[in-house]
């Protein structure tokens, strides 16, 4: 009686302590599971804050970069244009200080036909009257004779309001042939050949 | 042994299995709690660490910039010096072909 009463005692407790056990061991599974989850979370979290801020910071400096490399090409655009400006600048220059009776004669040239049709008034410019003087006016008058004999043109001693060359005043237009206008008119056409010329290896 | 004793005894017994049971009961439960403070802690740590990485992969973005930006920069200065080389060579022809050009100007002149 005592043993089976043993036995039933024994039992009792053995129950509990396996019961005991398979309680822990589902705790420290659970624990595990909760870490392993936590773990994964945590790499997750951080691979993805990562690779959204990897791709935003290289956005950003894409654009950056951008911005600067347009900078960049603007500088040296920049650069060529005025090179660029510098000849045409000499050349109006050298064109103006010509011997002035060859001056004269270059300016009579660019009377075009048409304006010599009708009686006219030619402007001359501010620029050139003041530095080859009260002459000058004479000087073109001559030239355009010698160009065009049967043209009845008056060059007037009032500077127009331009620099260099002239404008002719018809009855039916105005010829604008200053220099600044000339050029400037055939800057997009020429500045090809003169920037090729220029920057020529 | 008596009835009474025998069953004294395997209520002992079974008094004795349910204090087992809780204590394990109460370790299960701690072993989960902690897990739970410690999955916590990782993820925090996790915060920290990839702030961390941030800063140190913003601190390695700024660097490639800045190298960037300097070749770009010293690639322009040096196509700039190239330029103003080549036009100081290339001045005078260019003046010549401008200077032509304007003096056709008078040949259109007619």
């Known amino acids: ?201 | 042994m008596s009835v009474l004793e025998t069953v004294r005894k395997v209520q002992e017994a079974e008094a004795e299995a349910e204090t087992i049971l809780a204590a394990a009961r109460v370790k299960a439960d701690e072993e989960v709690a902690r897990s739970r403070r410690e999955a916590a802690r990782l993820v925090e740590a996790a915060g920290d660490d990839a702030r961390e990485q941030l800063e140190r992969l913003r601190e390695l973005s700024r660097t490639e910039e800045e190298v960037s930006i300097a070749g770009i920069e010293s690639a322009a200065r040096a196509e700039m010096a190239e330029v103003r080389a080549r036009a100081a060579r290339n001045r005078a022809a260019a003046t010549a072909i401008l200077a032509g050009l304007a003096a056709r100007l008078a040949g259109e002149g007619g």
Request: proline share 3%; aromatic share 4%; glycine share 6%.
């Open chain 1, 1 to 201: 009686m005592t043993v089976a009463l043993d036995d039933i005692v024994d039992r009792v407790l053995a129950d509990a302590r396996a019961q005991a056990e398979q309680v822990l061991a589902d705790a420290a599974r659970q624990a595990g599971e909760i870490l392993s989850a936590a773990e994964s979370e945590a790499r997750a979290r951080t691979e993805a804050a990562l690779a959204r801020a990897a791709g935003e910071l290289e956005t950003e400096k894409n654009n950056r970069l951008a911005g600067v490399r347009l900078a960049a090409r603007a500088s040296v655009l920049a650069t060529r244009r005025r090179l660029v400006d510098e000849i045409f600048t000499q050349v109006e220059q050298d064109l103006t200080r010509l011997p002035p009776e060859e001056y004269a004669a270059f300016l009579a040239a660019l009377v075009p036909a048409e304006a010599a049709r009708d009686s006219a008034t030619v402007v001359l410019g501010r620029g050139d009257l003041a530095r080859i003087g009260p002459g000058f006016p004479g000087l073109v008058a001559a030239a355009l004779c010698r160009r065009r004999p049967e043209w009845g043109a008056t060059v007037s001693r009032d500077p127009g309001e331009f620099l260099s060359g002239l404008h002719v005043h018809t009855a039916r237009s105005v010829y604008n042939l200053a220099l600044e206008t000339l050029l400037a008119e055939r800057r997009e056409q020429w500045e090809v050949a003169v920037a090729g010329a220029l920057f020529a290896a």
